[in-house]
Nanobody, 126 residues
Framework: QVQLVESGGGLVQPGDSLRLSCAGS????????MGWFRQPPGKERQFVAA????????RYDRSIKSRFTISRDNARNTVYLQMNGLKTEDTAVYYC???????????????????WGEGTLVTVSS
């Protein structure tokens, strides 16, 4: 059974940092693109970042503006999202994803996602 389990969410203040982790199980994800989506309150799920299996190709949503860094550790079957300079508008449930395509970090919509994690809540508030 394939699972993606996120951790690391929580309540932080504006300007703080958080690191999200997503541990995959049930198969080897080293050949797969992995990424993150988020869903702010009352809004649709939106793309955040994606990383190729080798880690050499990365794509971010423009709204992130270099504040976030995605990385992976294939030995641990894990992908990370380092979030710095958090803003109130970053408040959302963050989902770890694996898209159906294993070759492209361009993820146009939620329809392209094969596996979803359960999500971890990040709340940025003063």
């Amino acid at each position: 059974q394939v699972q993606l389990v996120e951790s690391g969410g929580g309540l932080v203040q504006p300007g703080d940092s958080l690191r999200l982790s997503c541990a995959g199980s049930g198969r080897d994800f080293s050949g797969d693109v992995m990424g993150w989506f988020r869903q702010p309150p009352g809004k649709e799920r939106q793309f955040v970042a994606a990383i190729s299996g080798s880690g050499t190709t990365i794509r971010y949503d423009r709204s992130i503006k270099s504040r976030f860094t995605i990385s992976r550790d294939n030995a641990r079957n894990t992908v990370y999202l380092q979030m710095n300079g958090l803003k109130t508008e970053d408040t959302a449930v963050y989902y770890c994803v694996v898209p159906s395509s294993s070759t492209s970090v361009i993820i146009e919509s939620t329809d392209a996602i094969k596996y979803w994690g359960e999500g971890t809540l990040v709340t940025v508030s003063s």
